[in-house]
Structures are given as structure tokens and as C-alpha cells.
């Protein structure tokens, strides 16, 4: 083995020990520990100083940064994914789901063969589905914005991240208020 991966090997025992109770695997997790302070150890303050000094050189911390919150929680379309077509009534969509969805549950019909949703593919064929969404679902990834509303959603006790662009929306229905909203499809949108 060489030296880098000993080094991960060593890495891996101390971050993930093996379920071994015997004295063998506590021994190699304390030598790997032991092997990982000493390298930290060899690192002198001047080499951190010298890199810091780099020009362009970007100060390594050693932690993990994910995207928390509602701005971070939009997905790109995969590679080969069709772009969702334009819909010229995509703000006056927007405005609308917001009001209604800060007043409770809506009911989102939608035309799945429309460009750019994603839904189960067992759906994907029919003219037709509705989709709930609500803020009491404390859903972390519900999000809505000038492109279209999305969230992981349960069909059959099973997740699937679902994003609906604007131009397959027909009908915004309010359960808690009982208002209905009808949209004209968008000319072009189905899949053929």
C-alpha cells in the first residue's frame, strides 16, 4: 500500500471503527489516531502562514458548508432535462399561489406531459394531476418563485422531489377558502 493510503485506511478507522471489540481494533484506531496527531503535528505554523500567503490562496477550515434554507433549495435541471416553456402569466401565478398557500393547503392541477415537470413517471403520460401543497407539511425543501413550485412529495409512503414549472399549472384550487382559479393552457406546452 502506499503512503496516501495508509493514510486514508488510517482516516477510515478513526472516523468509522469497525464493530471489532477485540484489543486488535482498538489497537490499530489508537495507532491510527496516533499517526493522524503526528501529521497534524509536522505541519508547522510558517507552512500555514507561507499558503495563507498565496496569492488567490483560500484558507482551508476543514468544514463541511451545506445550503440550509429556502433560497439554497432550488434544483437545476439535470443535463438532457427539457427547459419548462415560458409562461407569460407566470408572476400573476405566483402572486396568486403565495396568497393562497399563506392561508393553507392548495391544490395544484397541472398537465404533467408539459416540458420540464417532474413527477413519478407513472404520471408523466396522464393529461391531468393534482398535487397538494402546504406549509404543515413541514416540507424542507418546499419552495416557489418566478420559475415554478417544488418539493419532495409522498406517493404511496415514498418521497420524490417534484418541480412544477408554471406553464403546466391550469388550476389553483384553496381548500381552506374554497377559491378556485382556471389558466388557459400555454399554446405549445404539452410533450409531444
Known amino acids: 500500500m502506499s503512503e496516501r493510503d ?3 485506511t488510517g ?4 472516523l468509522f471503527p469497525a464493530h471489532d471489540s477485540s484489543e486488535d481494533g482498538a489497537r490499530d484506531a489508537e495507532e491510527a489516531d496516533a499517526s493522524s496527531e503526528e501529521r497534524a503535528a509536522q505541519t508547522s505554523s510558517a507552512d500555514v502562514e507561507e499558503a495563507s500567503q498565496e ?6 477550515d476543514n ?3 451545506l445550503p440550509f ?10 443535463p438532457g432535462q427539457p427547459k419548462a416553456p415560458d409562461d407569460p402569466r407566470a408572476a400573476a401565478k405566483l402572486a396568486l399561489f403565495s396568497r393562497l398557500i399563506e392561508e393553507g393547503m392548495v391544490m395544484v392541477t397541472l398537465d404533467p406531459r408539459v416540458e420540464g415537470v417532474i413527477v413519478p413517471s407513472r404520471f408523466l403520460g396522464q393529461p391531468e394531476l393534482r398535487l397538494n401543497f402546504s406549509h404543515n407539511f413541514h416540507l424542507a425543501d418546499f419552495d416557489y418563485d418566478g420559475q415554478g413550485v417544488r418539493a419532495s412529495l409522498s406517493f404511496q409512503g415514498k418521497r420524490f422531489f417534484c418541480d412544477i414549472p408554471w406553464a403546466a399549472i391550469d388550476m389553483l384550487y384553496a381548500h381552506e377558502t ?3 382559479y382556471v389558466f388557459e393552457p ?3 406546452g404539452p410533450k409531444s
Not at 482516516?11 to 478513526?14: D, G, Q, T
Not at 496569492?55 to 482551508?60: F, P
Not at 434554507?69 to 439535470?78: E, F, I, K, N, Q
Open 11 to 14: 482516516k477510515v478507522r478513526r
Open 186 to 188: 400555454v399554446i405549445g
Open 69 to 78: 434554507g429556502r433560497s439554497d433549495t432550488r434544483r437545476s435541471p439535470a
Open 6 to 8: 495508509d493514510e486514508l
Open 63 to 65: 468544514v463541511v458548508r
Open 55 to 60: 496569492e488567490g490562496a483560500e484558507e482551508v
Open 178 to 180: 374554497g377559491e378556485a
